[in-house]
């Protein structure tokens, strides 16, 4: 297949067509921030972390669902990315109840890691403090919306992945939340098989398993992808 | 986990005329998944509101997943999933019905209760609903109170069971 040349951040590269922006960066170990990007399953492109400038675009663009056009050029650095960067990253803390020092996934969290990453010292918006469940009906798993950022990525890998679609997103706006079948507790799901993919691809501490201690989480979002590139070959 | 849940018991609602006009409809569009917001119309319009229970039978019907179905119902503004009347009141207007005298009971509903189609009850006792036959013809006129058919209502009985009804709590 005929390669494109785009540009990133000033250096020409040639990519295959079909690949995302995000594709393309992450092969030439350009950084992107993403959250909502998991490798393995679609891209739904909800956090708006993964934006990029492309010339002669005045509206920025998710790095994660938009694919490269022939003489594309884009860049991943200005202050308008980083300014964007730092808004999307206090809007996560301020919009449900993120208190890292006795979170499950404190040390290992994405989020954690993103506040550092894009320099975040302290938060402009006012703390929603909604009123989150912790559902802890699940013999083996909890689920705790105080540190859920809405990402759906537990949503794509029931449904993608491990076929169950458990998980799915109620209501709108800032009411929404990740539900279990019928917003009843996920101990009594009749969908879910308790193969808990869900809790290696949740980037934050709202989905872990019981046989934890705060701090000690260790997650492995790249096991989704691996077993995905597995299972072609069984094909 | 969980098998048999009684939320998801469906077979449990085959005798309730309003999930016959649900099954109807299902069957109109062929069970395709693609139909679940037309589905959950019919759903809404005969009930009032959305109860888990028919939502079970519907996700069940239709192939989909139960947080889908919720998900979708949650989307809409438009459907409730909460109960518009602690007891609801469905007149057929069905042309069987219609000609055996609905038009009349809606009328007598809107004058001794003051209640039209579609409203609720200051106290949430009753809601009024309409759907159009509920294949009770032969018992024309129909009203469904809850979820038990009333054939060949009079208007006096009707109206009288309403309150007692609204009453009992
Ligand atoms: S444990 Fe597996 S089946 Fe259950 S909700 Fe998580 S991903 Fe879905
Ligand atoms: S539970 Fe975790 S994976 Fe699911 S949406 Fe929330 S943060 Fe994302
Ligand atoms: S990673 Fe692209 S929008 Fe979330
Ligand atoms: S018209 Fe009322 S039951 Fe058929």
């Not at chain 1, 056009?69 to 991943?76: E, F, G, R, S």
């Not at chain 2, 309730?16 to 759903?43: G, Q, S, W």
Request: aromatic share 6%; charged share 25%; glycine share 6%.
């Amino acid at each position: 297949m005929n390669k494109l040349t785009i540009y990133i951040d000033d250096k020409q590269f040639q990519a295959e067509p079909g690949k995302s922006i995000l594709e393309v960066c992450r092969e030439h170990d350009i950084e992107i921030l993403t959250m909502c990007h998991l490798k393995g399953v679609n891209d739904v492109g909800a956090c708006r972390l993964c934006l990029v400038e492309i010339e002669g675009m005045s509206k920025l663009l998710s790095a994660c669902t938009t694919k490269i056009t022939a003489n594309m050029v884009i860049h991943t650095k200005t202050e308008r990315i980083k300014k964007y960067q730092r808004i999307t990253t206090e809007l996560f803390f301020a919009e449900r109840n993120h208190v890292c020092a006795v979170c499950v996934a404190n040390g290992t969290c994405e989020l954690q890691d993103l506040g550092y990453k894009v320099g975040m010292d302290h938060i402009r918006y006012p703390f929603l403090f909604p009123k989150c469940e912790v559902d802890t009906s699940h013999p083996w798993y909890v689920m705790d919306q105080n540190r859920c950022i809405m990402c759906t990525r537990c949503v794509r890998v029931c449904n993608e992945v491990e076929g169950a679609h458990n998980w799915d997103v109620k209501n709108r706006g800032y009411q929404v939340r990740i539900i279990s079948d019928f917003d009843t507790p996920w101990g009594e799901s009749i969908t879910c098989t308790s193969c808990g993919k869900c809790l290696q691809a949740c980037p934050t501490g709202a989905l872990w398993p019981k046989a934890i201690v705060q701090g000690q989480m260790k997650k492995n979002p790249e096991i989704i992808d691996e077993l995905m590139e597995r299972r072609k070959m069984i094909l | 986990m969980k098998s048999g849940s009684s939320l998801l018991d469906a077979e449990l609602h085959k005798t309730d005329p309003r999930v016959k006009l649900i099954a109807a409809k299902l069957k109109k569009e062929n069970f395709k998944p693609d139909a679940l917001i037309e589905v959950l119309h019919t759903a809404q319009n005969v009930y009032g509101h959305l109860p888990l229970n028919v939502l079970a039978y519907i996700s069940k019907a239709l192939s989909l997943p139960p947080s889908r179905v919720y998900s979708t119902v949650t989307f809409y503004h438009f459907f409730s999933l909460k109960s518009k009347g602690e007891h609801t009141c469905l007149v057929c207007t069905g042309t069987a019905c219609y000609v055996k005298g609905a038009q009349v009971i809606l009328n007598e509903i809107e004058s001794k209760i003051g209640l039209r189609p579609g409203q609720v009850s200051a106290d949430n006792q009753l809601g009024i609903q309409v759907a159009r036959c509920i294949g009770a013809c032969g018992l024309a006129p129909a009203v469904v109170l809850d979820d038990e058919v009333q054939g060949k209502v009079t208007l006096g009985e009707i109206i009288n069971k309403i309150i007692d009804k609204m009453a009992a709590k």
